[in-house]
């Protein structure tokens, strides 16, 4: 067990073994877990929105999907890690309500968690698995010693991916 | 126009508070009608905060809640969200519907969603229309959508609303209390950036 370091809504961390990253209540965010199981270097990522090209104001990079995920990258190489060997897990992207009247409201997390995975594509970085979609919100856990991300929800179970 | 929220002066935050305790007013008078019982309010409070301590603002980021969302559109656009505890939402829809307090407290049914639904229309409503009575303005709030879930992932809709524009939300909080200083729930009013300005002038703080 090392030490346990929480990411907070639009804010990541990146950390050497041994570290446990967690986010609470993910809800239509996005939350990015990276690993580098050859220097078990860990990086996670918790995006409100899709898409820093849409926006004016872009001073905090990790409230975006696509500035977060090469922030962070590069974030976790700074600590060592192997560009090549890592590969990242998806949680969160929720729809919490469903609104019937709010197109724009309604797909907010499944266009972030969708932009997550392009982006990752993009960047050649392998999604290994995910957890997205659904009505509910989610704490991820992102431990160090074995990449494994631990997903807590009220109501819909304990999973690791 | 859009306000810089990190020199908001101690007027403007006045006057949002006065805001809060004449449309959160209004909406406690109406929860005292229907539940047939006092209901107290706390003075508003006006924050601002980054994002990152948004999740953790309803008394941690896991803790089961009852969110009651909805829209405002017309001359003001934004997000109106009123927050119970999950057992303050059992004891009010259990007031509501004539029931004594069972031991179930687990779910909610799909009448005491509708009913937690009806509270939030009727909370909100009043809300609204105290707001367009006092600014002038023309205020639509939209059906509400509840969802039970999370805190951290309930407050995080309208944050995230807000997020498309700044790097910080500014909420109107008002704290409902029943007669014995339980906590029954929490109004946030987050109107959109762009509403703050309009809001504002309508009530002839800027020009």
């Known amino acids: 067990m090392g030490t346990i370091i929480k990411v907070g809504m639009a804010d990541m961390h990146a950390a050497r073994h041994p570290a446990i990253l967690t986010t609470l209540g993910l809800g239509s965010c996005v939350g990015i877990a990276l690993y580098d199981r050859s220097t078990r270097t860990v990086g996670l990522a918790h995006c409100m929105l899709p898409d820093s090209t849409q926006s004016k104001n872009v001073s905090n990079i990790a409230k975006f999907v696509d500035t977060a995920l090469e922030g962070l990258v590069s974030e976790m190489l700074k600590l060592g890690a192997n560009k090549t060997r890592i590969v990242a897990k998806l949680a969160g992207g929720s729809q919490m309500f469903n609104f019937a009247h709010s197109a724009d409201l309604m797909r907010i997390g499944y266009r972030n968690a969708t932009m997550a995975k392009e982006k990752l594509e993009m960047m050649r970085i392998p999604l290994v698995s995910e957890d997205t979609g659904g009505s509910y919100g989610r704490t991820i856990e992102l431990d160090s010693s074995t990449g494994m991300l631990l997903i807590k929800t009220i109501g819909y179970g304990i999973k690791e991916i | 126009m859009s306000l810089n929220f990190g020199n908001l002066n101690n007027y403007v935050i006045d006057v949002l508070k006065e805001i809060g305790n004449i ?19 706390e003075v ?38 009123f927050i119970l505890e999950n057992n303050a939402a059992h004891t009010l829809v259990n007031i509501l519907m004539g029931k004594t307090n069972d031991a179930n407290n687990q779910g909610f049914d799909e009448i005491e969603m509708s009913a937690l639904k009806e509270l939030g229309n009727i909370l909100a409503g009043s809300y609204m229309s105290s707001l367009s009575t006092l600014t002038g303005l023309n205020i639509m709030p939209t059906v509400p959508e509840i969802a039970i879930d999370m805190a951290g992932a309930i407050i995080s809709v309208p944050a995230i609303e807000f997020g498309k524009l700044g790097d910080s939300v500014l909420y109107i909080e008002t704290a409902f209390i029943d007669g014995s200083t339980r906590a029954l729930g929490d109004f946030f009013l987050v109107p959109d950036m762009d ?10 703080v800027i020009s």
């Open chain 2, 195 to 204: 509403s703050y300005g309009v809001l504002l002038r309508a009530l002839g």
């Open chain 2, 44 to 81: 508003p409070k006006v924050k601002v905060m980054e994002f990152k301590e948004v999740t953790e603002m309803f008394g941690g980021a896991e803790l089961p809640v009852v969110g009651l969302f909805l829209k405002m559109n017309g001359d003001l656009d934004g997000s109106v969200m």
């Open chain 2, 23 to 41: 449309g959160a007013g209004n909406a406690a008078t109406a929860l005292a009608k229907m539940l047939n019982k006092k209901v107290d309010m």
